[in-house]
């Protein structure tokens, strides 16, 4: 079955054109031509373009996630001033209500005291009128009580000595 | 005659030649399953290990393909 | 009832298929005849005769010059299609390249880049009906492998001097087994371009040899030529993948064969 490999060769037949080895040549020749040229594309143009599209691109994205990193801390700095600011008026409100109360407190003191001291003054006085009226009261008992001894002296047949009624009720008044 | 017996030989030659393919259809399939059975127990690894699959893959495969040369040159080429 | 219908439609199929079968349905199946050189103009081959060989080899270049130099001319920072699929490839080789061959194979990076582009395009130009599939041939296939060899063997040698040896003994073996795994790690290096080549070649010529046979039954069974077709989309589909897995298979070959060379420790 030799000869079958020859006929093949001949472009006949069904052998293999695998093995047809006078072809060979012209196969290499044409695949080290593809080759070289792929290689030198390749190495000139196309790889050292892809190489600084994606390194390009590599670029940009890290500068966009460099800003977009900025941007987010330039967020969480307004975050912090806004919050500091709400603390700081939140402060502020409660230091003016605290001095609003002091003040009012003072004033209601002070309101306080001037009503204690008006009363008391008031007090004082109604005391002291008190005290006048009692006085009068027991100096007005003491003459009812002379009158009155006097009258009860007489109208008993006796003579009243003024000055002996008057030291006998001042005796009777004392004790 | 003795080309007809020849050719006998030939061809039955090349259908024996032709069972090392089954077998190297086994040995891919082997080589496959337990790659798989071992992705399906620690996936996270298995990304990484898929070059040396194909590898296997292409090893295992490699022998079934001399036989599938031989039964080709037993029919064609002898 | 719908079963019996079923089968006596399918018998009715099949015995029509049987009267109406083509007259001259001799299985005239020829696989081998699309891997066949010709020349494009006249009949001699020479080393230079421009073939279909040239004539396919030369698409292929157009389509990686189409891809990788057309698709990225835009420069676009958010690409379209052609640049993405372009930008995929550069990132799937190089990172292969860098994963498997190491920081120090990087410099290959425009071979290997050569080797894979020009496979996966061959291959899947020859898919293509009509087409001549380059990458089916042995000399072709031999020469790429031969190629990555001497590549290999030279590189391994120049960084390493004689050290390189060491891929051959195994230290970490017992020492009476060493000279006998030196043996067969030999027999397995210059075994590496012979699988590396008939790898590639096999597998291509294979896929396009069935599609060529599930043609011939499709010509030769008539009405039920459906059948074949059924199997030649599938067996297509399993091709399309085919080519591009062979080509990444030799690819990661050429990165794994540079790795030991550039670092030969076992």
């Known amino acids: 079955m030799a000869s079958n490999t020859q006929e093949a060769a001949q472009g006949g037949g069904s052998a293999m054109p695998q093995l047809d080895f006078s072809t060979f040549g012209n196969q290499i020749f044409w695949l080290v031509v593809a080759l070289v040229v792929i290689y030198l594309i390749l190495s000139r143009v196309a790889l050292p373009r892809i190489a600084a599209v994606l390194a390009e691109r590599q670029g940009t994205i890290t500068n966009d996630l460099a800003a977009a990193e900025d941007l987010k801390a330039k967020a969480v700095e307004a975050e912090n001033a806004y919050n500091k600011a709400l603390a700081d008026a939140r402060a502020e409100a409660q230091r003016i209500a605290a001095e609003t109360r002091a003040e009012i407190q003072a004033g209601l003191d002070e309101a306080i005291a001037k009503a204690d001291e008006q009363i008391s003054a008031k007090a004082a006085e109604s005391e002291k009128a008190i005290a006048e009226i009692k006085a009068g009261a027991l100096e007005s008992v003491k003459a009812v009580a002379n009158d009155t001894a006097a009258e009860l002296v007489t109208a008993l047949g006796g003579s009243a000595d003024a000055d002996a009624v008057a030291a006998a009720v001042a005796d009777q008044t004392k004790g | 005659m003795e080309g007809d017996i020849a050719q006998l030989g030939q061809f039955v030659g090349a259908g024996l030649a032709a069972i090392g393919s089954g077998a190297a259809a086994i040995g891919v399939g082997h080589v496959a399953g337990n790659f798989l059975a071992g992705a399906l127990r620690n996936p996270s690894a298995a990304a990484g290990q898929t070059a040396t699959l194909f590898i296997g893959i292409a090893f295992a495969e490699a022998l079934g393909i001399f036989s599938f040369l031989v039964a080709l040159l037993l029919m064609f080429a002898v | ?266």
């Open chain 3, 1 to 266: 009832m719908g079963k019996i219908f079923f089968y006596v439609a399918l018998a009715l199929v099949l015995v029509s298929g049987l009267v109406f079968a083509p007259e001259k349905a001799e299985l005239a199946i020829h696989p081998m005849d699309q891997f066949r050189v010709s020349a494009l103009f006249g009949d001699n081959i020479s080393w230079y005769t421009p073939t279909n060989v040239t004539l396919w080899m030369a698409l292929a270049v157009a389509a990686v010059f189409a891809l990788l130099v057309l698709g990225s001319s835009r420069r676009a920072i958010v690409p379209g299609r052609a640049q993405s699929v372009a930008e995929l490839a550069y990132g799937f080789i190089y990172k292969m390249v860098e994963d498997v061959a190491g920081k120090d194979g990087v410099k290959f990076f425009p071979y290997i880049m050569t080797l894979f582009m020009f496979i996966v395009m061959a291959n899947f130009l020859g898919l293509i009906p009509m087409s001549f599939t380059t990458t089916s041939h042995i000399a072709v296939t031999a020469i790429l492998a031969a190629l990555v060899f001497v590549t290999v063997t030279v590189v391994g040698f120049v960084k390493n001097g004689v050290g390189f040896l060491g891929l051959f003994w195994v230290s970490s073996a017992p020492l009476p087994l060493r000279p006998i795994l030196a043996i067969i790690e030999l027999i397995s290096y210059f075994v590496r371009p012979v699988s590396h080549s008939i790898r590639l070649a096999g597998n291509v010529m294979a896929g396009h040899a069935v599609l060529k046979v599930f043609a011939g039954f499709a010509g030769a069974l008539g009405l039920f030529s459906f059948l074949p077709i059924f199997a030649i989309t599938a067996v297509y589909a399993l091709e399309v993948l085919v080519a591009f897995i062979q080509a990444y298979v030799f690819t990661i070959l050429t990165c794994v064969y540079l790795k030991d060379a550039l670092h030969p420790s076992h």
